[in-house]
T-cell receptor, first 113, second 111 residues
Framework: GENVEQHPSTLSVQEGDSAVIKCTYSDSASNYFPWYKQELGKGPQLIID?????GEKKDQRIAVTLNKTAKHFSLHITETQPEDSAVYFC????????????FGTGTSLTVIP | DSGVTQTPKHLITATGQRVTLRCSPR?????VYWYQQSLDQGLQFLIQYYNGEERAKGNILERFSAQQFPDLHSELNLSSLELGDSALYFC??????????FGPGTRLLVL
């Protein structure tokens, strides 16, 4: 089955700096890669996703890049703010085969004011 | 608000007991997924239902079972509870082959 690795497990940045979280996947058939943000005591919330026919996607301060050849994808957060502090999870999935998500182990991001 | 609802929000019970967690998916979503998240752990996939039928199984213990009803709500039944079952349990829903939207979770504490 699919195996998703996520790094780093913890990340601290100064407010205004950028944060990058990286994930690798093992199954070359995976074609859908969502990112979730989980605040303390809440459920994971989808923040951005990318499909395998696209190399990069942006939404305001958040961007995701995908390298299919190397089988890795990354989340980029620019101009970080204290409210970005949370745990971020990446996932990989093969759409059209039941859509089971394989999650990374999470990155705890702390933005220092 | 994702549109996925879960009840109860908190549950405290004793070892050996049985509990039922309930999930109502977003309107129009046919798939329901259950996940377990232990302290400082990631999301462990338990089971998926699609339109009332079991679709995929993950690391679900034999003491746990689930079902999806004709109105598409789902229940996760946990029996013979152990201390190690204390965790957050999340339900997610999706239309077929699209992204999953998570509910707020049920926090289970087994004493």
């Amino acid at each position: 089955g699919e195996n998703v690795e996520q790094h780093p497990s913890t990340l601290s940045v100064q407010e205004g700096d950028s944060a990058v979280i990286k994930c690798t996947y093992s199954d070359s058939a995976s074609n859908y890669f969502p990112w979730y943000k989980q605040e303390l005591g809440k459920g994971p919330q989808l923040i951005i996703d990318i499909r395998s026919n696209v190399g990069e996607k942006k939404d305001q301060r958040i961007a995701v890049t995908l390298n299919k050849t190397a089988k890795h994808f990354s989340l980029h957060i620019t101009e970080t703010q204290p409210e970005d502090s949370a745990v971020y999870f990446c996932a990989a999935s093969i759409v059209n085969t039941g859509n089971q998500f394989y999650f990374g182990t999470g990155t705890s991001l702390t933005v220092i004011p | 608000d994702s549109g996925v609802t879960q009840t109860p929000k908190h549950l405290i019970t004793a070892t050996g007991q049985r509990v039922t967690l309930r999930c109502s998916p977003r309107s129009g979503d046919l798939s329901v997924y259950w996940y377990q998240q232990s302290l400082d752990q990631g999301l462990q996939f338990l089971i998926q239902y699609y339109n009332g039928e079991e679709r995929a199984k993950g690391n679900i213990l034999e003491r746990f079972s689930a079902q999806q009803f004709p109105d598409l709500h789902s229940e996760l039944n946990l029996s013979s509870l152990e201390l190690g079952d204390s965790a957050l349990y999340f339900c997610a829903s999706s239309v077929p082959f699209e992204t999953q939207y998570f509910g707020p979770g049920t926090r289970l504490l087994v004493l």
